[in-house]
């Protein structure tokens, strides 16, 4: 894009930045934690069939794969060290901001649509989801379109014990273990929040022996080694179901629905919320 939509006031980064821990993570995570190929295609498709071609999309975070999709794309992170580990580049139709989604540092109705991976997930639940909401309906135009990549746990949801039995299995890839043993942890804790501290003390107790896990899951010492950026971190993971997903869908929404995704492990969790604007 020639140039970024007009600025909204004077923003700071998220004052909790520090504390969180993604941006460290973020070069070994693979789907379903990240998109693929598919989900970045799905996008384009429903942004197109939506007549949204040359207006501005807004961009929640610096998602690669999704901030190379063929529109002109200003991304929003609230992490410096995000954007300088996953953005592609600024180009004369991308550029990357930093600012805070709950007071958007974009200008009212500058844009024609908002896209995003999981960004619902790195929300306080339920408290800062609506700010959200309320920050796209300001900056997207009148009959716009949201379209976010969730992690909808299941419901019901699988035990703590179901996944281990299947990682010991050697059943899952360690992205997919991890989706489903955050998941099964959140609803063990009886809340969508859950501390990424609280998932590593799980994960300790569950697989006191790092050898055995190993050799029966067949990942690597390098690649169970992930868990560790979770160790004393107060990251705080979202993980609610898809009634809870539509519970907090603000009442201005029209044509609310799921598009489901495919072409990676645990696809059936990771669907598109769907939103348009009146």
Not at 266 to 273: F, G, I, Q, S, V
Request: contains cysteine; negative net charge; glycine residues 6%.
């Amino acid at each position: 894009m020639s140039e970024a939509p007009a600025t909204f006031g004077t923003m700071a980064s998220d004052p909790d930045a520090d504390l969180r821990d993604f941006h460290r993570r973020w070069p070994t995570i693979r789907p379903p934690l990240r998109p693929n190929a598919d989900v970045a295609a799905a996008i384009g498709t429903l942004l197109e069939e939506h007549g949204i071609d040359d207006e501005p999309v807004l961009l929640l975070g610096v998602t690669p794969e999704l901030a190379t999709i063929p529109r002109r794309v200003i991304a929003v992170d609230w992490s410096a060290d995000m954007i300088a580990i996953a953005w592609p580049g600024d180009t004369c139709d991308r550029r990357a901001v930093i600012g805070d989604w709950k007071r958007m540092p974009i200008a009212e109705s500058s844009v024609a649509a908002a896209i995003g991976d999981g960004a619902l997930t790195m929300l306080a639940w339920p408290a800062e989801q609506p700010l959200l909401f309320e920050q796209l309906r300001r900056v997207i135009r009148p009959g716009g379109r949201i379209v976010l990549r969730c992690f909808a746990t299941p419901d019901p949801c699988e035990t703590i014990e179901a996944v281990r039995t299947d990682a010991m299995a050697g059943a899952l890839p360690f992205h997919a273990f991890k989706q489903r043993f955050n998941m099964a942890v959140s609803v063990a804790e009886g809340r969508p929040n859950v501390a990424s501290a609280l998932l590593h003390d799980r994960f300790e107790a569950l697989f006191p022996d790092r050898m055995i896990l190993s050799r029966a899951s067949g990942w690597s010492f390098e690649t169970i080694a992930e868990i560790d950026a979770y160790r004393g971190s107060r990251y705080v993971h979202c993980y609610p179901s898809r009634a809870a997903l539509l519970d907090l869908v603000p009442d201005w929404a029209r044509n609310v629905r799921f598009v489901e995704t495919t072409g990676y492990p645990l696809a059936e969790r990771c669907p598109l919320l769907v939103i348009d604007l009146p």
